[in-house]
């Protein structure tokens, strides 16, 4: 059986994919209940190798141009995610002090900044 570069590409997207969401899962376990995920798995290596992997899968697949408009719907869930991130990095840096709100806000702004840079494809 011979593997071609198409087929490596979308199996190595795949498990970046699920090895992503499964970073996500285990952040918030770590955040609900300190110390359950920590025992088992070093956060930093995992990160690191999902980081890697990340990058080969960008290098390697070829991105498709698609222009995507922004309507008002999208609009308002673009910034509706913005202010949730922006609350949960200011809980996740609230032992700083009031400044963590700043930080909190302008999370949110460059997260909506970011999302919005990456729809229109520039």
Known sequence: MKLDKKFIITIS?????VLFILFIVFSFMELLK???????INLDLYLF????LGAMVISY???EKKEITINNK???FLIGLSI???ILVTFLVWTIGLISILIGIIS?????L??????KGR
């Open 13 to 17: 997207r795949d498990i970046f994919i």
């Open 34 to 40: 300190p110390r359950i995920v920590l025992n088992y």
């Open 84 to 86: 949730v991130i922006g």
């Open 61 to 63: 697949s070829p991105l």
């Open 114 to 119: 970011m999302i919005n840079l990456i729809l």
């Open 108 to 112: 949110a702004i460059i997260n909506y």
């Open 74 to 76: 999208l609009n308002l």
């Open 49 to 52: 190798a999902l980081i890697i």
